[in-house]
């Protein structure tokens, strides 16, 4: 059964299952696609992941990223 593709955008900071080796489990959307790019909010350490692996591993959103014409806050 696969997993359900998560509606994300750039500038997103997600939760994934596991934390990075430097402890921080935050990391922020910089590159969408075929492939994800994140960047550890902890260490500042730069990853991707195969799309398919990214919503697998993904538990949360931890804020979303502000567009044009979002007024929530």
């Known amino acids: 059964m696969a997993a359900p593709i998560t509606p994300i ?39 991707r992941l195969l799309r398919a692996d990214f919503d697998r591993r993904f538990r949360g959103f931890v804020r979303h990223a502000q567009g044009p014409g979002d007024t929530s806050d």
Do not use: F
């Open 9 to 47: 955008r750039a500038g997103d900071v997600v939760r994934l299952k596991k934390p990075h080796p430097c402890g921080a489990n935050e990391w922020e959307v910089t590159r969408l696609g075929m492939d994800i790019g994140l960047v550890c909010l902890g260490c500042g350490r730069k990853a």
